[in-house]
């Protein structure tokens, strides 16, 4: 099916099935005779050397237009593009940086996006050696690519760079829109898919987010807000606990009573909420002594159709008078849950390409974790998630069987050609 809500165009002299199938054997061979596999393995093991990753530490999130994820765009991404031939090029603020191609004639357009911060595997020994070895040790008897960020950015970027290499090469000429944007989100929020929207000359009609799905489609996501929780108490020095108001204390005591705050509802694909402390620090941090402050952040995840301020309320009423301690509860950054049928026309559109290149169809899925996606859907851009994945989430070694890699950038080539062409 095609990504607009119309059937895709038949020839007139055949049957609806027989014209499908043969233009799906002509994709095919395009796609077989112009994906250079060899020039997507190189330039993945060549974005894995360059650092992308969000620096261990309190501070969890980082600015699109940091040095480190400007040198990669820039001075690493950019002019791949330029070197492959890609000068149609759009700046949306910030380093956010989307490349447009095709006529636009057709009515028909796509966003393909994905992302430059690395924010797991961040315990991986040499995490920027990237290398191709053997996944045998990991469940994969196969070569992959091992460098930190394969299966969340670079094997991703590599596809698509692939993709568009296997345009040029293949001098095929796409009467729809692609937009693919290189998105530097890293603070938890949609506002570099906002600029990056408000830079585009027209509202895509689907999206796809590339990220770690093992070749599944993802259809939806729970959302998430950070809830600030800051408990001032006392400083005392630890010989004298008893003259003092020690936010250790009233930091345990935050924790405690969150674990009581429940919900009678759960959402039947998506789970339910929570709201969990996971990041504490104190302050003053000084020889022997008990910190006045605690800076606690919740995350909690949304599910959709819950309100924000109603969220952080929950969190305020089930903390409660905490004397002595002075507490005050704030709305922090946020992201949006996603949810999209599996009846609507691009996810089928994705599925048929998929199974155009393995032979079956893969698995929908629904996912715990909180992702971009609801940044398009808000703005009413269908969206799902596809990609290539492996390694030791969260924190362990990260790699991607190049044979899944090849398969994600032979399955996006097919939907392009099939649905833009």
Avoid at 137 to 160: C, I, L, R, T, W
Wanted: hydrophobic fraction near 40%; include cysteine.
């Amino acid at each position: 099916m095609s990504i607009s809500q119309r059937s895709s165009v038949v020839g007139a002299t055949a049957e609806p099935h027989e014209q499908d199938a043969h233009e799906q054997d002509g994709t095919r061979q395009i796609v077989k005779q112009h994906l250079d596999r060899t020039y997507l393995a190189r330039t993945l093991v060549r974005l894995g050397r360059v650092p992308t990753a969000v620096p261990m530490g309190s501070e969890t999130l980082i600015e699109p237009d940091d040095p480190m994820l400007v040198h990669y765009v820039q001075h690493v991404l950019r002019p791949e593009l330029v070197d492959i031939g890609i000068y149609d090029l759009i700046d949306a603020g910030r380093n956010n940086l989307v490349v447009r191609v095709g006529e636009g004639s057709s009515g028909r357009s796509l966003l393909v996006q994905n992302y430059t911060p690395t924010q797991h595997h961040n315990l991986m020994p040499n995490p920027f050696d990237a290398r191709i070895a053997n996944a045998r040790d990991y469940g994969f008897d196969e070569p992959a690519v091992f460098a930190q960020g394969v299966s969340q950015n670079k094997g991703h970027q590599a596809v698509m760079l692939a993709v568009l290499r296997l345009f040029q090469q293949s001098g095929v000429t796409l009467r729809g829109r692609l937009y693919w944007a290189i998105n530097n989100e890293g603070r938890s929020s949609h506002a570099c898919t906002d600029a990056i929207l408000a830079a585009l000359d027209e509202q895509p009609q689907f999206a796809i987010l590339q990220n770690r799905t093992g070749l599944k489609i993802q259809l939806g996501n729970r959302g998430r807000l950070d809830v600030n929780v800051h408990v001032k108490g006392r400083l005392v020095h630890s010989s004298t606990p008893e003259l003092g108001v020690s936010a250790i204390d009233g930091a345990t005591e935050v924790i405690n009573r969150l674990k009581r705050l429940q919900w009678s509802d759960r959402h039947p694909l998506l789970g339910a909420r929570q709201a969990v402390v996971y990041k504490l620090q104190f302050a003053p941090l000084a020889p022997h002594t008990l910190p006045s402050d605690a800076y606690l952040t919740i995350d909690r995840r949304l599910l959709p159709g819950d309100d924000l301020a109603v969220a952080t309320e929950e969190i305020r009423a089930a903390i409660g008078d905490l004397g002595p301690y002075d507490v005050t509860v704030e709305p922090g950054v946020f992201m949006l849950p996603a949810l999209i049928e599996p009846e609507h026309p691009g996810v089928q559109a994705l599925q048929s390409s998929h199974t155009a290149i393995r032979g079956e169809p893969t698995a929908a899925v629904y996912g715990q974790g909180t992702f971009d996606a609801g940044g398009p859907s808000s703005h009413g851009i269908p969206t799902v998630m596809y990609g290539a994945s492996a390694g030791l989430w969260p924190d362990g070694v990260d790699f991607v069987p190049l044979a899944a890699v090849e398969t994600e950038a032979a399955v996006l080539a097919h939907l392009i050609l099939r649905e833009l062409g």
